[in-house]
C-alpha cells in the first residue's frame, strides 16, 4: 500500500566533511635585488590563514617547524619516521615549508570556516540564554531495566526543553535496597543537533521508578519497566538442532556451502545467480623503482597480475658507453631501458625522461605503462635496477582470480514468488568476517530442523527466502588474504597519481555508499565522491558497483520481498532508515509514526530472539533509527530498499560489546574476533535473523483490520484542543482538516520528534476530522477504499470550538 518516491535532492550544500578539500595557491614570491645586493622585500600583504595537517618527513623537519616558529595545535602523530602535525598557517608559509620537504597534506579548517563557526557559536550562546531563561519542562521517554551477559542495568532517556544547551543538566534519583542512588545524564548530540539525554548503569536491584530533575527546575518521573519484556509462555522446543559453523569462511567456501545444501536440499532451494559479475579478485600487477619520490617510476602492466601481468619484468640498466642516449628495447616480456650516460659515463636519464620514453615506445606501452611517483615532476636521476612485476595478491590457487558471480540461497517450499518474501544479505563491508556465517548458519537451520521442528517448517512453506552470504567476494578475499582490514570491493577508479603500489589497500568502492538514494552525489552526509582512497569513497556515480547492482536486481525481480536485513559488525546496533542527512542535519524523510511503530514492534521480537541465545542485549541507546544512534551513512543499501521498494529494512550490526566487570567497562569485540567469540555471535544474530521471518510470517497471517479513535472524540469545547489518535496495532493514520475525504494523497500522522510519540494535531477552529488507518499488512479500517469514491466508510469526527 506505500507509494514510494525517489527521495533525490538537488541541494546547494557544503561539502560533507568526509571528502573535504581546499586548493591552496602559492604567490610569486620572486624578490628584485637592490643596488647593495640585498633582497628588496615587499611588504607582505594581509593573508588569510588555514588550519592544515602537514606531513613531515623526518625528526630535522619536525625540529625546523619550531625553529620557524610556526603556529602549531596540539595534535601530532608519527609512523614509520613520518610526522602528521596539525598547524594554522598562511599561503606564505606554506610555500616556504616546502623548501624543507614539508607538504600540506590535508586542510582542515579556513578562515572563513572559522569565522563562520564563530558566528555560530554566537548563536548558540544566544539560543542558551533563551533556553536557560525559564524552567523546563522534562519528557521521560523511556526508563527500562535489562539483564545482560553478566549485569543488571538501568537505562533511562529524556528530553529537556533547554536540552539543546550543553548547560542543562538531568539528574536521576532512584532506589535500590532501600539506598537512594542518584547519577548525572549524559547528553546525546549529533552533528550540532541534540537528540536527548540518556544514562546507563548496573543496579543492584530493579527500582520500581526513577525521578528526573533539571537544573533549570523542570521535574518529571516514570516506572522502570523490562526492555525487550519476557518470553511468552508455551511449549518449549525439545528438537532444535543448531550451530553449523566451526570457523570463517572465505566467499569460495561460503558459496561452495550453498551449493552443497542445493543439492542435499533440492525440494527446498534454488541457487540464483545474479547477473552482475565482480570485478574480479584481480589486480593490474606493478612495480616501483627508485629510492625517493623525484627519481621513482611506477610501472603497471596492461594485463591483469594473472593473465601475464605477472611474468613481465622491467630493467634500468647503464649500457656501459659515453654519452650515450636513453633507448627501450622489449624482449618478450622484459622491458630494456639503457639510460642515457654523460661523457664521464655517469647515468642522466631523470625519471620523467624515463617516463615518457616507455610511453612512447609502441612495443613497451603494450605491455606496460610508466608514471612518475604520485604525480611527481620526476626531475631526480633514475639508477640501474631490474624489478619483476607482481599482482601481490597471495590466494592460494582455488582462489578464482576471474570476476565473482554473487549467489543467492533462495528457500522455501513455494518459491515462485507467491510467498511473501525476506531477504538477508551480508559482508558488504569485506572485513566483517561473522556477517556471514549469520547466513550460513540461518540456512542450515532453516532445512536441517524443517522435517522436525513444527516452527521452523512454518517458516519455510510460508516464506519465501533470500540469503546472500558474501555481497562482496573480492573484498572479501583480499580480507582473507592480502589486508585484513579491507572494508571496499576491489575495483580502483584512481588516476596514476594514486595508483601506486604503495595505496593498493586503500582502493576500491564502499558498497554500501554506492546506492541512489541519500547518497553523496545528492549532498548527503557519510561518504565521499572526490577521494578514491577515502574508506567511504561513494564510487564514480549513484550504483556503478555491480555488488550494488545485484541488490537491486535482486529486488527488482522478486517484488514479493517485503522484509530485508542487512548484516554488519561490529557494535551491536540494531537500525532502519533514515540512513542519511545532509549538511544541515535534514533526514531522508522519516517514517510515519505508524510504521515507526511497526519497526519498534518487530524490533520486540527479534532482539528477544538474539537475546535468548547467550543473554545479549541490544540497548536501547543502539536500537532506532540510524540517524539517532549512530550516524549519516549517504547512499547505504536499506534506505533504497526502504524508500525505493518499500521493503521494510534493517541493519545488524552483530558483535555487541562485552562487558567487563573488573573493569566496569564496556570492550569492543572488533571485526575479526577469535572464533570463540565470532561463532557466540553468528549463533544469536542467526536467532535474530529467524526473528525477523517470525515477524514476515506473523505480518503475511494478519488479516485483521486496524482500528482507530480520536482522542478526545468529536464534540464541543471552550477553547484549542490536541487530538491525538489511538490504534488498535501499529498503522498510519491518513486524515484531512478541510472536509474532504481521505485518500493515501493525504496528510499523515508522524512522529512528534526525534525518539517521540506520534505528534498531536491542535485544533484551534471548529473542524470535521476524516481520516482511516493502514496497518503494515496494507490492511485498511472498515475496508475503506480510499481510491474509489463509492464508499465513504471513513471516520469522521467533528470537533466544535465555542
Avoid at 598562511?90 to 579548517?109: A, C, N, W
Avoid at 588516476?495 to 541519500?518: L, Y
Avoid at 569492543?668 to 526473528?691: C, D, K, R, T, Y
Wanted: negative net charge; contains cysteine; aromatic residues 10%.
Amino acid at each position: 500500500m506505500k507509494k514510494r518516491q525517489k527521495w533525490k535532492k538537488n541541494l546547494m550544500v557544503m561539502t560533507a566533511m568526509t571528502g573535504l578539500g581546499f586548493s591552496v595557491f602559492y604567490p610569486d614570491f620572486s624578490t628584485p635585488t637592490s643596488a647593495v645586493g640585498q633582497p628588496d622585500l615587499p611588504l607582505p600583504k594581509e593573508e588569510s590563514f588555514s588550519i592544515v595537517q602537514l606531513e613531515v618527513p623526518n625528526q630535522n623537519a619536525k625540529d625546523k617547524l619550531l625553529e620557524l616558529g610556526i603556529d602549531l595545535t596540539h595534535r601530532a602523530s608519527e609512523n614509520n619516521g613520518i610526522f602528521e602535525v596539525d598547524a594554522v598557517v598562511t599561503p606564505t608559509e606554506i610555500s616556504m615549508l616546502k623548501t624543507f620537504g614539508i607538504k600540506v597534506k590535508d586542510t582542515l579548517v579556513t578562515e572563513k570556516q572559522w569565522k563562520t563557526r564563530a558566528a555560530e557559536r554566537e548563536a548558540a550562546l544566544q539560543q542558551e540564554t533563551n533556553l536557560t531563561a525559564a524552567e523546563d519542562s522534562l519528557k521521560i521517554l523511556r526508563a527500562n531495566h535489562y539483564t545482560n551477559q553478566s549485569e543488571t542495568f538501568l537505562y533511562i532517556e529524556a528530553k529537556s526543553t533547554a536540552g539543546a544547551s550543553a548547560s542543562t543538566a538531568l539528574t536521576a534519583t532512584w532506589t535500590e535496597n532501600g539506598v537512594e542512588k542518584s547519577a548525572t545524564l549524559s547528553r546525546k548530540v549529533d552533528a550540532g543537533e541534540y537528540l536527548y539525554h540518556y544514562l546507563e548503569v548496573p543496579v543492584s536491584t530493579i527500582p520500581a521508578s526513577v525521578k528526573l530533575e533539571s537544573s533549570l527546575g523542570g521535574a518529571a518521573s516514570s516506572a522502570v519497566t523490562e526492555w525487550l519484556g519476557k518470553d511468552k509462555p508455551g511449549n518449549p522446543q525439545t528438537h532444535y538442532v543448531k550451530d553449523f559453523v566451526d570457523h570463517y569462511m572465505d566467499p569460495t567456501e561460503l558459496y561452495e556451502r550453498a551449493e552443497n545444501l542445493a543439492k542435499e536440499f533440492p525440494d527446498l532451494v534454488d541457487i540464483i545467480e545474479m547477473p552482475n559479475k565482480t570485478n574480479g579478485y584481480r589486480r593490474l600487477a606493478q612495480a616501483q623503482i627508485g629510492s625517493t619520490q623525484e627519481n621513482s617510476v611506477v610501472v603497471t602492466s596492461k594485463a591483469w597480475g594473472h593473465e601475464g601481468g605477472n611474468d613481465i619484468s622491467v630493467e634500468f640498466k647503464n649500457p656501459g658507453s659515453n654519452d650515450s642516449s636513453l633507448k627501450i628495447n622489449v624482449e618478450g616480456k622484459k622491458v630494456l631501458v639503457d639510460l642515457a650516460n654523460n661523457s664521464s659515463g655517469q647515468i642522466i636519464s631523470t625519471a620523467k625522461q624515463v617516463v615518457d620514453a616507455i610511453n612512447a615506445d609502441s612495443s613497451a606501452s603494450a605491455l606496460i605503462t610508466a608514471n612518475t611517483y604520485r604525480g611527481n615532476a620526476g626531475t631526480g636521476t633514475v639508477s640501474s635496477a631490474t624489478v619483476k612485476l607482481t599482482d601481490g595478491l597471495i590466494a592460494p590457487a582455488n582462489i578464482s582470480r576471474d570476476p565473482f558471480t554473487v549467489k543467492a540461497i533462495r528457500i522455501g517450499k513455494h518459491r515462485d514468488g507467491s510467498k511473501p518474501g525476506v531477504l538477508g544479505y551480508a559482508q558488504e563491508h569485506a572485513r566483517e568476517w561473522v556477517t556471514p556465517l549469520v547466513t550460513i548458519e540461518t540456512a542450515e537451520r532453516l532445512l536441517r530442523n524443517y522435517a522436525h521442528d513444527g516452527e521452523t517448517k512454518k517458516l519455510v512453506d510460508n516464506l519465501d527466502i533470500f540469503l546472500v552470504p558474501s555481497t562482496n567476494p573480492d573484498g572479501a578475499h583480499y580480507t582473507f588474504y592480502d589486508y585484513n582490514m579491507q572494508r571496499k570491493n576491489m575495483t580502483n577508479y584512481c588516476g596514476p597519481a594514486q595508483s601506486d603500489p604503495n595505496n593498493r589497500n586503500n582502493w576500491g568502492v564502499d558498497i554500501n555508499r554506492n546506492h541512489s538514494v541519500g547518497s553523496a552525489f545528492d549532498g548527503f552526509v557519510g561518504a565521499s565522491t572526490t577521494n578514491c582512497t577515502s574508506g567511504t569513497f561513494a564510487g564514480p556515480a549513484e550504483t556503478s558497483e555491480p555488488e550494488a547492482k545485484n541488490i537491486v536486481w535482486l529486488a527488482d525481480e522478486n517484488p514479493n520481498i517485503k522484509f530485508a536485513m542487512n548484516i554488519h559488525s561490529y557494535g551491536g546496533y540494531f537500525m532502519w532508515s533514515p540512513g542519511a542527512y545532509d549538511a544541515n542535519r535534514t533526514t531522508l524523510p522519516r517514517p510515519t509514526a505508524g510504521e515507526e511503530a511497526f519497526y519498534w514492534a518487530a524490533s520486540d521480537t527479534i532482539l528477544n530472539d538474539i537475546q535468548d541465545y547467550r543473554g545479549t542485549v541490544i540497548l536501547p541507546s543502539r536500537t532506532g533509527p540510524v540517524p539517532d544512534v549512530l550516524y549519516s551513512a549517504a547512499g547505504n543499501s536499506a534506505d533504497y530498499l526502504w524508500y525505493e521498494k518499500g521493503i521494510y529494512a534493517w541493519d545488524f550490526e552483530v558483535g555487541a560489546d562485552l562487558w567487563d566487570k573488573e573493569t566496569q567497562k564496556w570492550k569492543p569485540v572488533g571485526f575479526q574476533p577469535s572464533f570463540e567469540e565470532g561463532h557466540e555471535e553468528a549463533m544469536e544474530f542467526a536467532n535474530g535473523l529467524i526473528g525477523m521471518f517470525k515477524v514476515a510470517y506473523n505480518q503475511s497471517k494478519d488479516h485483521q483490520r486496524p482500528t482507530s479513535k480520536v482522542v478526545p472524540g468529536g464534540g464541543k469545547f471552550t477553547g484549542p484542543v490536541d487530538v491525538t489518535f489511538e490504534t488498535s496495532e501499529p498503522a498510519t493514520i491518513y486524515y484531512t482538516l478541510d472536509g474532504s475525504r481521505p485518500t493515501f494523497e493525504s496528510a499523515k500522522i508522524n512522529l512528534s520528534g526525534v525518539r517521540e510519540d506520534a505528534e498531536a494535531l491542535k485544533i484551534a477552529k471548529t473542524t470535521t476530522l476524516k481520516w482511516f488507518s493502514v496497518d503494515a499488512a496494507g490492511n485498511i479500517e472498515k475496508n475503506y477504499n480510499p481510491i474509489s469514491k463509492d464508499k465513504s466508510n471513513y471516520n469522521s469526527a467533528t470537533i466544535t470550538i465555542k
